[in-house]
């Protein structure tokens, strides 16, 4: 069996030597260091928007320098010493604990209040479920049924499922999700038959593609001209033709282009502007970018976006939107040419 220092050693290639990790870098470290199995009991316990986060981080790394695998290791034991020592009891122990005091009835009601109902790990297999799909699932049940399994959502889940009901009903819905407190057992017992019911039909619905995305790879990756293209398609539907512009000049593209496209796009743009979309930017978008600065002007961006503190995310990518419409108007004007895909090169 290889040693610590030969597996890190096998990952061995891809961050620049220097390069700070974000904490979600280091856990897509420490995932790809552990072995698929123990990685893939990790994943389970994570929500939708935190493994899709990941792995997304994960599948973008080709390899990592053995320093940075040794940090995030490090981290992560340095972390597990802090949270490791004497836990609190387990579920188990303090049911058969509560059971002898209180009797059985009793204790599964002090249980449900320290550790949430057994229906809330049910729901949890529901948040993979399209909200549309969910939206048709729960359309005829009464106003009161509707708000309680919305209740037990990710809030941006039943954002999105609410935002597929009928809009006449929309109201009452959330106004009564806002009144509720305790869920009576009957109540509970409904719920628990309606998520059992979406559950047995969760793999019937209908798989979902990502058209707008799609239709974007394919004319990035078009011969010829691309924009006579983009036209004749425009005469069909101008809006989705839009989105599929938006979706061609995705931000992580500037990763990918020419030291002169780069030095264009950092005069046309503000430096306030490339600090606010720069925020917890992917390291080979920031890297592109801060590597054509002039250097004393990449050390004072970089003290500057440390400087700024947290921003909100809708300013960010606002600010990002903002960059590759001006990306897109220069491409438009002939005055710079840019990569909208990972193509092979050659010197």
């Known amino acids: 069996m290889p040693s610590l220092n030969e597996s890190l050693d096998a990952l061995a290639s891809a961050l620049p030597a220097g390069i700070s990790l974000s904490p979600v870098e280091q856990a897509a470290i420490v995932m790809l260091s552990i072995g698929e199995e123990p990685a893939a009991a990790v994943l389970r316990c994570l929500s939708r928007e935190e493994l899709l986060?990941?792995?997304?981080?994960?599948?973008?790394?080709?390899?990592?320098?053995?320093?940075?695998?040794?940090?995030?290791?490090?981290?992560?034991?340095?972390?597990?010493?802090?949270?490791?020592?004497?836990?609190?009891?387990?579920?188990?122990?303090?049911?058969?604990s509560l059971d002898l005091a209180l009797g059985s009835e009793i204790a599964s009601s002090v249980l449900n209040n320290i550790y949430g109902d057994a229906i809330r790990?049910?729901?949890?297999?529901?948040?993979?479920?399209?909200?549309?799909?969910?939206?048709?699932?729960?359309?005829?049940?009464?106003?009161?049924?509707?708000?309680?399994?919305?209740?037990?959502?990710?809030a941006a889940l039943a954002g999105s499922v609410i935002e597929a009901l009928p809009v006449e009903g929309r109201d009452l819905v959330l106004i009564n999700v806002a009144r509720l407190t305790e869920i009576d057992p009957e109540l509970l017992r409904e719920l628990d038959e309606l998520v059992e019911r979406c559950l047995q039909s969760l793999g019937s619905q209908s798989a979902t593609v990502e058209g707008v995305k799609q239709a974007a790879e394919i004319l990035n990756r078009?011969?010829?001209?691309?924009?006579?293209?983009?036209?004749?398609?425009?005469?069909?539907?101008?809006?989705?033709?839009?989105?599929i512009e938006v979706s061609m000049y995705d931000f992580f593209i500037l990763s990918r282009q020419s030291e002169a496209t780069l030095l264009r796009l950092i005069e046309a743009v503000p430096m306030d502007q490339w600090a606010l979309a720069l925020k917890g930017a992917e390291p080979a978008i920031r890297d592109a970018v801060l590597q054509t600065m002039p250097r004393r002007q990449a050390q004072g961006f970089e003290d500057a976006?440390?400087?700024?503190?947290?921003?909100?995310?809708?300013?960010?990518?606002?600010?990002?939107?903002?960059?590759?419409?001006?990306?897109?108007?220069?491409v438009d004007a002939g005055e710079i040419e840019v990569q909208l895909f990972a193509e092979a090169v050659v010197e």
């Open 305 to 330: 976006m440390r400087r700024s503190g947290p921003v909100p995310m809708s300013r960010v990518l606002q600010a990002r939107e903002q960059i590759m419409a001006e990306v897109k108007s220069l």
């Open 53 to 96: 986060e990941l792995t997304q981080v994960m599948s973008r790394m080709s390899g990592i320098k053995v320093d940075s695998v040794k940090t995030a290791l490090q981290h992560f034991f340095d972390d597990y010493r802090e949270q490791s020592g004497l836990h609190g009891a387990s579920r188990q122990y303090l049911k058969r």
């Open 222 to 243: 078009l011969p010829g001209d691309r924009q006579q293209m983009v036209e004749l398609l425009r005469a069909h539907d101008p809006a989705v033709v839009s989105e």
């Open 121 to 154: 790990p049910k729901v949890a297999r529901l948040q993979w479920a399209s909200p549309k799909w969910l939206a048709d699932r729960i359309v005829r049940e009464h106003v009161r049924m509707q708000a309680v399994f919305l209740s037990f959502l990710p």
